[in-house]
């Protein structure tokens, strides 16, 4: 029964002792395929059912909506291809009690009626109703959307006047979260990791409120696709596609899309990884330490040709805005920022009703591997190099000669350096051989977190995960149950965000104060939107979801200031020859005394790194004066070592 059409007027139909096959041969009721082109026209009917079982069928009468006098050819033709029941009155189905019938070993509820097939996300409730002979039994009779969903979930979020503004919030929100991504992703800041995961949980948790709202509203566009998993720019962020079942095509798009995308930029940090050490090594500023105290058989800069001027200028640029971290801690860097959406996504293709071959083999194997990446680093850095080659020794406060605003310059110093730097530890050719592999090609992973907690990025990509499959869980089920899957999905989220919030309280792990401070601040934030959403105020959750987006942005934003505030001791500028009397007398004899041995030593240091260098007898003069705060540097470089 590929295409049939059929219309009841003023019939009441009565069922007794059936079961799902002779229902579906009697009634002829619309399946729930695009496969079949069936529809119903129902006038004034009346079920009376009785003793029935019915195993195996998504609803009993697929999804129905009013019949309109003046519909074109073309809206008949796309609803008939919907299987659309078109009623003029409220269907009535009569039994005698909620226990009288079954529905997949379970009495059968309102919510076994209706439900969406294909791409049609709402069903509207009204259209049917269950008369109950047994007053003591009815409860199967209120038709809320879901069996067994909490009531006050369902009736506050179709009473919220504002619906339509937190639907806006949230999509704000994810603009927000999206551009948090992308600046984390540019600057590799691995320490907003922590963070961004509780962003996107609780775009997640606005998703699924709205979807809850959507499938319980009266009206609306059945074929919107909206509120599908993978459609938040934050989830996808190249929003892809696939052509697999409606609902899944974006979630499906997400896993590859965001696999391309990490692996992408993780290749494009290791080349500009590989031509900042180019440029360091055939490129060298003759302004730079070692020109000043030896001669090295390099080019000047003045005998630079355009072409080597030009290219050196474009890769100092590209290297200051694009990452430069290699290969292999760039993957993780990168898709810690994407795991969650990604474990979502992998949920909803293999859990989904409308789930298909490519869907669950894209989530098995994207899902598997992206899982694997953070696993194998914690082997290798907790297993295999345990302990860690490297320690942490506290940074030195920077001086105010190095700011270019002195006011707010501490401020910014406090909140966005670093409080440790990692350092290689160990004796003999072997050990630093070791140290050398770890610092240059793993210690991104962890740079952004405290001695002795290298292994939080674990943690944060256990949370992740954890977050991504409560999220995408709760998307995967049928537009019955959207309603109990916000509740839960929300809850766990809320719950996971708790978690975080506390382990960031107590450990500490974070190097920089601010990363730690936006982290702890966008975990509660988390938790106070779940909470806000559980307690049917889903616009008060979206304006909590959008501050603690502006709130993550904030430390990223503050980096580059600080970055701008502080100048780097190799590019500070000579003294003005106005300025040369305001250096004292004494500092004058010293560097006039340590001249030559700073001299020999660099000679010597050059020597060893495998750099050519002749010793020259320089007499102090006055344009080394005017060096004095480059020369304090390299005395301390040179005493420290």
């Not at 009441?12 to 069936?38: C, H, K, V, Y």
């Not at 071959?357 to 696993?375: F, M």
């Not at 709130?551 to 780097?568: G, T």
């Amino acid at each position: 029964m590929s295409s049939v059409h059929l219309e009841l007027d003023g019939v009441t139909i009565q069922g007794a002792d059936l079961n799902d096959q002779e229902i579906r041969d009697g009634l002829s009721l619309a399946p729930a395929s695009s496969r079949f082109e069936t529809t119903l026209q129902l006038i004034n009917v009346s079920l009376w059912l009785r003793r029935t079982t019915s195993i195996s069928l998504r609803s009993l009468l697929g999804n129905a909506t009013t019949m309109t006098t003046a519909a074109s050819a073309s809206q008949q033709a796309r609803w008939r291809s919907h299987n659309m029941v078109f009623v003029s009155e409220p269907i009535i189905l009569t039994i005698p009690s909620c226990s009288s019938n079954l529905w997949d070993g379970a009495p059968m509820t309102c919510a076994n009626v209706l439900r969406p097939v294909d791409g049609q996300r709402r069903v509207n409730w009204s259209l049917v109703r269950i008369e109950v002979d047994d007053h003591q039994d009815d409860w199967c009779a209120t038709c809320c959307g879901a069996s067994l969903t909490p009531l006050f979930v369902t009736r506050s979020l179709l009473a919220q006047p504002h619906a339509q503004h937190s639907t806006t919030l949230a999509g704000v929100s994810s603009a927000v979260t999206a551009a948090v991504l992308a600046l984390a992703m540019l600057t590799s800041s691995t320490g907003v990791a922590s963070a961004v995961p509780r962003l996107q949980g609780m775009v997640g948790t606005l998703r699924l409120a709205a979807r809850c709202v959507a499938t319980s509203s009266d009206s609306g566009d059945d074929s919107s696709s909206s509120n599908y998993a993978g459609t938040d720019i934050s989830d996808n962020p190249l929003f892809l596609h696939l052509p697999v079942a409606p609902s899944l095509s974006y979630a499906a798009g997400a896993l590859l899309g965001n696999t391309l995308l990490v692996a992408g930029v993780a290749v494009v940090s290791h080349t500009m990884s590989l031509l900042r050490k180019w440029v360091n090594r055939n490129m060298i500023d003759t302004n730079s330490f070692v020109s000043q105290f030896s001669t090295l058989d390099l080019k000047p800069q003045s005998s630079l040709s355009w072409y080597q001027m030009r290219l050196r200028t474009f890769a100092a640029l590209c290297c200051s805005v694009l990452p430069t971290t290699p290969l292999p801690a760039s993957l993780q860097c990168q898709q810690g920022f994407l795991l969650q959406p990604v474990a979502a996504a992998a949920m909803v293709c293999l859990l989904s009703s409308d789930r298909g071959p490519l869907s669950v083999l894209l989530a098995i194997i994207i899902g598997v591997a992206w899982i694997a990446v953070p696993c194998t680093f914690m082997w290798v850095l907790c297993v295999k190099y345990s302990p860690l080659p490297l320690t942490t020794i506290a940074t030195r406060s920077a001086d105010t000669m190095h700011f270019r605003w002195v006011r707010g310059g501490r401020m910014l110093e406090w909140l966005c350096t670093e409080r440790e730097e990692w350092v290689a530890t160990g004796h003999g050719r072997a050990a630093k051989a070791t140290s050398r592999y770890v610092k240059l090609r793993l210690s991104a992973v962890f740079e952004s977190y405290r001695g002795g907690r290298h292994w939080y990025f674990g943690v944060d990509a256990l949370q992740s995960v954890l977050t991504g499959v409560a999220v995408g869980a709760a998307e995967s089920v049928t537009a019955a149950d959207v309603c109990t899957a916000a509740v839960w999905g929300t809850a766990c989220v809320g719950a996971i965000a708790a978690v975080s919030a506390v382990l960031c309280i107590v450990l500490q792990p974070h190097v920089v104060r601010f990363e730690l401070l936006a982290a702890v601040a966008v975990s509660l934030l988390a938790v106070l939107a779940a909470v806000l959403i559980l307690a049917d105020d889903a616009n008060a959750s979206g304006v909590v979801s959008l501050v603690a987006s502006v709130a993550e942005l904030l430390p990223l934003v503050a980096a580059l200031v600080w970055k701008c505030c502080h100048v780097h001791r190799s590019t500070t500028p000579h003294l003005n020859v106005d300025q040369s009397e305001s250096v004292s007398s004494r500092g004058r004899r010293s560097i006039a005394c340590d001249q030559r041995s700073v001299c020999d030593q660099s000679r010597r240091r050059l020597v060893v790194s495998g750099l050519r260098c002749k010793t020259t007898t320089r007499q102090p003069t006055e344009a080394m004066i005017q060096q004095d705060e480059v020369l304090k540097a390299l005395l301390e470089c040179i005493c420290r070592k």
